[in-house]
């Protein structure tokens, strides 16, 4: 039986993993995807708003070429922390339960991408699993249509497509900068009076020179109402409108899976998305379950980032040696 088992290998989880191998705690990652995959589908091109030493995580310095780090040297960064702390990740392995055991501690199920069964066992379980698999959805008829995506990555397959871009917020303006740079003709749909006033200060000279310059369209104060096969119907201020288009970017944000952490037991605040902890060592009210990164923020996933995400895993460590001091006793 392990100590503990962290489930998600994102920078918070791999921060925690970093905090147990240095006091000397067996423990175990588990995670389905590839470690940071958050990163990994970022945008091909992003830059970070953070300077590298807040990204930092087991006292392993964080170098980069300028002064903000790119998604590549991010991803290279924490490989090279896996790989010089030996942190114990099993990659490409989806934990499908977490069930309680009478002994105390917990079972994990666990299934690999061949499909095989695994079984681990651990006296605390960490739940650090990130919000980008769940994108807020529009909640409208077509969106489920094979031409609208929640994610984007890069410009290219875009190039001479007309595209609609839902959202305001920096991930819309980065994406509307590089299709329209491509050659693809860009429409901004988004509910605000105007785009974020959280766009990263280096895009947003970009993006409204493009939309004073009319070389995007965009429409504000509006909402989606139905996505079809060839263009989009949105509800302006003016009444509604048709937008032809070949894509549909559905850029709204994402949000934890909270019905994860009811499984388990965790009592989760209908409201906010809030799972129910100690702010001093991040245990839920499910005795050796703690929560770790973005879930612990709920629906607001603006609160919490790698740079104060990060800061929670001594704290979480410190409370998983206490209760093995506890469980020694």
Not at 133 to 161: I, K
Not at 204 to 232: N, T, W, Y
Request: charged content about 25%.
């Amino acid at each position: 039986m392990f100590e503990a088992c962290i489930i998600g290998a994102g920078p918070c989880g791999l921060a925690v993993s970093a905090e147990l191998k240095r006091r000397g705690i067996s423990h175990v990652v588990i995670e389905k995807s590839c470690i940071v995959s958050t990163i990994y589908r970022f945008p091909t091109q992003m830059v970070f708003n953070s300077t590298p030493e807040r990204l930092e995580i087991g006292d392993i310095p964080f170098y980069t070429e300028r002064a903000k780090p790119t998604r590549m040297e991010a991803l290279n960064y924490y490989r090279a922390v896996v790989q010089r702390l030996a942190l114990p990740v099993r990659q490409y392995e989806e934990v499908t339960a977490v069930e309680r055991l009478d002994g105390g501690g917990f079972r994990i199920l666990s299934r690999t991408l061949s499909g095989r069964t695994l079984e681990t066992e651990a006296r605390a379980v960490v739940v650090a699993t990130g919000y980008f698999d769940h994108p807020n959805m529009l909640g409208v008829p077509g969106e489920n249509l094979p031409h609208v995506t929640h994610y984007y990555r890069d410009a290219h397959p875009y190039y001479g497509q007309r595209v609609v871009i839902v959202g305001g917020t920096n991930s819309a303006a980065e994406a509307a900068i590089d299709l329209h740079r491509v050659g693809a003709t860009v429409t901004l749909v988004h509910r605000g009076p105007a785009m974020s006033d959280k766009i990263k200060p280096w895009v947003k000279p970009d993006i409204q020179s493009l939309l004073d310059k009319r070389a995007i369209d965009a429409h504000f104060r509006a909402r989606v109402a139905e996505i079809r096969a060839d263009g989009v119907r949105i509800e302006t201020l003016d009444g509604p409108l048709e937008i032809p288009c070949d894509h549909v970017l559905a850029l709204t944000g994402y949000h934890p899976d909270t019905s994860f952490l009811e499984r388990i037991g965790v009592d989760v605040c209908r409201d906010t998305g809030i799972p129910v902890h100690d702010e001093a060592t991040y245990e839920t009210n499910v005795p050796g379950v703690f929560v770790a990164g973005v879930v612990v923020s709920g629906f607001d996933a603006n609160r919490i980032f790698i740079e104060n995400g990060r800061l929670q895993a001594p704290r979480i460590a410190d409370a998983i040696a206490s209760r093995m001091a506890a469980h020694v006793r």
